[in-house]
């Protein structure tokens, strides 16, 4: 079992997320230099730490189906929350520095790849403005899949509709609480169909 799912979940002994920690998303369904996504996965955790992202919980890992439905292999989520000194778009940069370091390569919108990590929330910021959040948040599927916004836009816009977030969210961050939704993550998985919440299983 990789040593990334450790038992840095819930340290403190709190699901509740301070405001100055980072909710990161973490998927894969692609092998990489590091091996197969699980093992890409738990190599990329170690990289963290050199970025300044010093990992506070793990999720367990999860296995759901390629969405759209036969566009490639089930991928293996995780979510982790960090604490760090940088901004939200540096966060983002060191992210995209660790994708790019297992072969993350940027081809396709939602296509296959070794290594995708989100940056979901930092805190209870919002950015760049509510009106914006709101916008992407309220974007239909068919938009959602052919769009992209130019900026960092917080938190995810599609946070709220994805179990395979949620359901690796709510190991070690269930408490956290969507600024604009003011829906905990809890809630929200709550509020998915039962069916996009047990498609996520656990590894």
């Given at each position: 079992?990789?040593?990334?799912?450790?038992?840095?979940?819930?340290?403190?002994?709190?699901?509740?997320?301070?405001?100055?920690?980072?909710?990161?998303?973490?998927g894969g369904?692609?092998?990489?230099?590091?091996?197969?996504?699980?093992?890409?996965?738990?190599?990329?955790?170690?990289?963290?730490?050199?970025?300044?992202?010093?990992?506070?919980?793990?999720?367990?890992?999860?296995?759901?189906?390629?969405?759209?439905?036969?566009?490639?292999?089930?991928?293996?989520?995780?979510?982790?929350?960090?604490?760090?000194?940088?901004?939200?778009?540096?966060?983002?940069?060191?992210?995209?520095?660790?994708?790019?370091?297992?072969?993350?390569?940027?081809?396709?919108?939602?296509?296959?790849?070794?290594?995708?990590?989100?940056?979901?929330?930092?805190?209870?910021?919002?950015?760049?403005?509510?009106?914006?959040?709101?916008?992407?948040?309220?974007?239909?599927?068919?938009?959602?899949?052919?769009?992209?916004?130019?900026?960092?836009?917080?938190?995810?816009?599609?946070?709220?509709?994805?179990?395979?977030?949620?359901?690796?969210?709510?190991?070690?961050?269930?408490?956290?609480?969507?600024?604009?939704?003011?829906?905990?993550v809890g809630?929200?998985?709550?509020?998915?169909?039962?069916?996009?919440?047990?498609?996520?299983?656990?590894?």
């Open positions: 079992m990789p040593q990334a799912r450790s038992t840095l979940k819930n340290m403190g002994g709190s699901s509740l997320v301070p405001d100055n920690l980072a909710l990161i998303a973490i369904n692609l092998p990489s230099d590091a091996g197969d996504p699980v093992r890409t996965i738990a190599a990329a955790l170690q990289q963290f730490e050199a970025f300044d992202l010093h990992l506070r919980a793990v999720s367990a890992f999860y296995r759901t189906p390629c969405f759209p439905p036969g566009s490639g292999p089930d991928y293996v989520n995780a979510a982790v929350t960090v604490s760090t000194s940088l901004s939200a778009t540096a966060i983002l940069d060191a992210l995209h520095a660790v994708e790019a370091h297992f072969g993350r390569r940027r081809l396709q919108r939602w296509g296959r790849r070794t290594l995708d990590l989100d940056l979901v929330a930092v805190g209870d910021s919002v950015a760049p403005d509510s009106g914006t959040q709101n916008a992407w948040r309220g974007l239909p599927l068919d938009e959602q899949m052919n769009k992209a916004p130019s900026e960092l836009v917080l938190p995810h816009p599609r946070l709220q509709d994805r179990g395979f977030v949620l359901v690796p969210l709510a190991d070690i961050a269930i408490g956290w609480v969507h600024p604009l939704v003011n829906q905990s809630q929200m998985l709550h509020a998915l169909p039962e069916t996009a919440r047990e498609e996520v299983k656990k590894l």
